[in-house]
């Protein structure tokens, strides 16, 4: 597990379906998020991949203990500790498109087959190595329902990060810039949101992944 052997997401070999890898956003060697998920598919337009309800995960706290809401003024400063934690409510079904700065996220309620809208994660390109996909949020994120009207998530927190020093003003800018990028994606429904996903039912033999 180690990003100085990673290497760009979209070239074989790919993970078959039914894989189990980990997807993680952050530096592993540092409190990060990361959660097991399932392959659905991996070729070189995209790595799509399964999140159930229940998985257990990991998952970034502060070191006071305050939640992430709380004293906004050092939420991107204040000092953070590894924690373990369990993604329930939903299954997502994720698609990472090879080389964008963004994933899509389809919403199911736990073990239902209602679709509930996308959630597209602004974030680094993805680099992988043997049984691990490597990312990085990048803070801002755009809902998309079901009915394709869609909206901006987190622009308050985006104006945190530069005031706190975790962006520059160019990089803040960069990242509103693939937001309109998604925003024009979304408008001519693009891939992969015309691509069906929303109908999208597990193999029901798929275990529920456990963290390695
Ligand atoms: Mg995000």
């Known amino acids: ?32 998020w990361a959660t097991p998920m399932t392959v659905v598919r991996d070729d070189e337009d995209a790595l799509v991949a399964w999140l159930a309800a229940g998985t257990p995960t990991l998952k970034v706290g502060r070191a006071d203990g305050l939640g992430r809401h ?32 963004w994933s899509v996220w389809a919403f199911f309620p736990a ?9 597209v994660n602004l974030e680094d390109p993805h680099v992988r190595d043997a049984d691990t996909t490597y990312s990085k949020d990048h803070v801002l994120d755009v809902w998309v329902e079901p009915d394709r009207t869609h909206s901006r998530k987190d622009e308050d927190e985006l104006v945190l990060a530069v005031e706190q020093g975790r962006y520059s003003p160019a ?17 001519a429904w ?14 029901p033999s798929w275990p529920v992944p456990q963290l390695p």
């Open 1 to 32: 597990m180690s990003l100085s052997d990673a290497r760009p997401s979209g070239t074989p070999p790919f993970w078959e379906p039914g894989t189990q890898v980990m997807w993680r956003y952050g530096d592993p060697s540092l409190p990060h």
């Open 70 to 101: 709380e004293d906004r003024d050092r939420m991107f400063t204040a000092e953070r500790v590894q924690l373990t934690g369990t993604w329930d409510d939903y299954d997502v079904l994720r698609v990472a498109p090879t080389g964008r700065p």
């Open 111 to 119: 073990g239902e087959a209602t679709f509930e809208g996308w959630y």
């Open 171 to 187: 990089e803040a800018a960069r990242i509103t810039a693939v937001a309109d990028e998604v925003e024009a994606v979304i408008r």
């Open 190 to 203: 693009g891939p992969p949101f015309c691509d069906g996903w929303e109908t999208f039912r597990p193999d």
